[in-house]
């Protein structure tokens, strides 16, 4: 009896506080907020709610279907009409006056502004031997080696000695997936 008491509390407690079925709760979106989907823009846009969303990519998907960006909430609520280009990028949040090693040392860019690609790896290297000779090897970005700079004959006629100098890869980055962003417009 005590435990059908139990059972019974409990279902009565369920039903004052509802049943919840995730698959059946919305999300909650805002203009301005932004989603990776690995639908594609197609796909994303055929779900329900979807058409109030954009991939980032400068507008290309939306100047192809048509969608005039200018009477988009985005646009007539808060004026932005050009949407950022994020195909290929990395997402790097704002400082928000953060002014530290992890900061992002170009701080005064805008809100989906790009920032080209850096490397803090060698691309130049400058030698000097015996005073005399010195220049610059510049190092190719194909992953090719670099031209052969030689220091002259070695002591009593031996071996030449040289150095050349290579990248790995064409890029620097941390390892990663791709996957579609999308920006809520209306």
Known sequence: MKTFSILIAILFALMAFGFTDSSSTTETFR???????????????????????????????????????????????????????????????????????YSDPESSRSVGEPQKGQSNNINNFRYTWQSAKHGTITIPNNGEWSGHISTGKGQNGGRKDGIQIQKKGTETRPNNISLFTYIKVN
């Open 31 to 101: 203009v301005g907020d932004v989603q990776h989907s690995i639908l594609s823009p197609d796909q994303f846009r055929s779900l329900p709610e979807g058409e109030n969303w954009l991939p980032l990519d400068g507008g290309v998907y939306a100047s192809l279907k048509g969608i005039n960006l200018n009477k988009t909430t985005l646009a007539t609520k808060f004026g932005i009409n050009k949407l950022p280009d994020a195909r290929g990028m990395f997402i790097r949040s704002m400082n928000l006056g953060r002014d530290d090693i």
